[in-house]
């Protein structure tokens, strides 16, 4: 069992989208900041975008900005990850973290789930 859990991904046309969410069942999500990372295969793991614990702060990657939006429902102690206007080079393993603080920085993060995959193509 992964200390957090990742759902939502799936095959998706160019231009569609997709709602990912992350919970946990040994954390409270309220306590941390939250970032969702990506990875395809051969490539490194990159930051995507990021919600501190209250969500009064995010910060997004510049390719995710204006298509992916991050927020959080922390009364059903998940944080969900909005992706419109999907492309091919979306297609990734998508991860979300957790952290005492917030950021999309990958060394900032030490509680990981095992991840969604997401596929885009026509």
């Known amino acids: 069992q992964s200390q957090l859990v990742e759902s939502g991904g799936g095959l998706v046309q160019p231009g569609g989208s997709l709602r990912l969410s992350c919970s946990s069942s040994?954390?409270?999500?309220?306590?941390?900041?939250i970032a969702w990372f990506r990875q395809a295969p051969g490539d490194e793991r990159k930051g995507v975008a990021g919600i501190s614990h209250g969500g009064e702060t995010t910060v997004y990657a510049e390719g995710a900005k204006g298509r992916f939006t991050i927020s959080r429902d922390n009364a059903a102690n998940t944080v969900y990850l909005q992706m419109n206007n999907l492309q091919p080079w979306d297609t990734a393993v998508y991860y979300c973290a957790a952290s005492y603080t917030y950021s999309i920085r990958e060394q900032d993060y030490t509680i990981w789930g095992q991840g969604t995959r997401v596929t885009v193509s026509p």
């Open positions: 040994r954390f409270r999500l309220a306590n941390y900041g």
